[in-house]
């Protein structure tokens, strides 16, 4: 996924004031709470990202919403709503979380399947890769897309292993079409 270098900037400020005074685990749970209601909840994306309600009023809105987070997240979502900067909210939240999680050496893994599978056949495929590393965090999401057809495709960071059956197949039309 990529991200602004707005939602960075704002997510390495966050994570640096965080860290000075120690409130990092709070507001990282915090982000997250975030980031799902903004996933969740389209009313609120539509308001936020509506230029004719004045951004007093947005941040009246936001404090009643956010009023359970901490006054470190609490201003920090005042601050984005009064610099114009809420329709990156939920990317902001994002970004911070992948930081945090880097830090604390979380790998995430996106694993894309033609179908849902179970547990064990999840972990038969993280086991026999060489990108997820052996007995360490991982945060995983799994995608099912019937249009690969079959196998799979493994995300981790930067790098990918797409062993599905339509790669596959694409493979054998261009060798056709060069012999």
Known sequence: MLTSKVAKRYAQGLLNFTNESGQTATVFSEM???????SESEDLN???????????????????????????????ITLVIKHGRE????????EFINKVEDINGV??????????????????ILKSSNLVKPNSNFDINV???????????????????DASVKSKLNNIKKDFHLN
């Open 143 to 161: 995608i099912v897309k019937p249009e690969i057809l079959g196998g799979y495709i493994l995300r981790v960071g930067d790098q990918q292993v």
């Open 107 to 124: 790998q995430r893994v996106t694993l894309t399947t033609a179908t849902q599978l179970s547990k064990d056949n999840l972990d038969e």
């Open 46 to 76: 539509k308001f936020f990202k509506t230029p004719y309600i004045d951004a007093k009023k947005k941040v009246e809105v936001a404090k009643e919403i956010f009023k359970g987070l901490s006054p470190v997240s609490q201003n920090l």
């Open 87 to 94: 329709n990156h909210l939920k990317n902001i939240a994002q």
């Open 32 to 38: 997250k709470d975030v980031k799902k209601l903004m």
